[in-house]
């Protein structure tokens, strides 16, 4: 079993820069699947990027060349790195892990990003 805490979401002006992380618990940790997800007000949830327990990362189009998912096994820590960031990357920014039949998801954290 794994549990997810997320934070370092806030408010942000449009093209500035923010870092989520993502920690977790469970001596498995190291073999999840993790995604950071994004759901916007009035939308439905949406992925933003995933990695595996070997690094190797995805990245939804809409974020491509802006965010950068890492992870840190030994610290069961995952990172989004959120650059030049827009209006409509506003939303609560989810933390899922993923392994098998098992599935686990954050509480979630307040991304906005206005002027």
């Known amino acids: 079993q794994v549990q997810l805490v997320e934070s370092g979401g806030g408010l942000v002006q449009p093209g500035g820069s923010l870092r989520l992380s993502c920690a977790a618990s469970?001596?498995?940790?190291?073999?999840?699947?993790i995604g950071w997800y994004r759901q916007a007000p009035g939308k439905q949830r949406e992925l933003v990027a995933t990695?595996?327990?070997?690094?190797?990362?995805n990245y939804a189009d809409s974020v491509k060349g802006r965010f950068t998912i890492s992870r840190d096994n030994a610290k069961k820590l995952v990172y989004l790195q959120m650059n030049s960031l827009k209006p409509e990357d506003t939303a609560v920014y989810y933390c899922?892990?993923?392994?098998?039949?098992?599935?686990?998801w954050g509480q979630g954290t307040q991304v906005i990003v206005s002027s």
């Open positions: 899922n892990g993923n392994l098998n039949d098992d599935d686990y």
């Open positions: 990695i595996t327990g070997g690094y190797k990362s």
């Open positions: 469970g001596s498995t940790f190291r073999f999840y699947l």
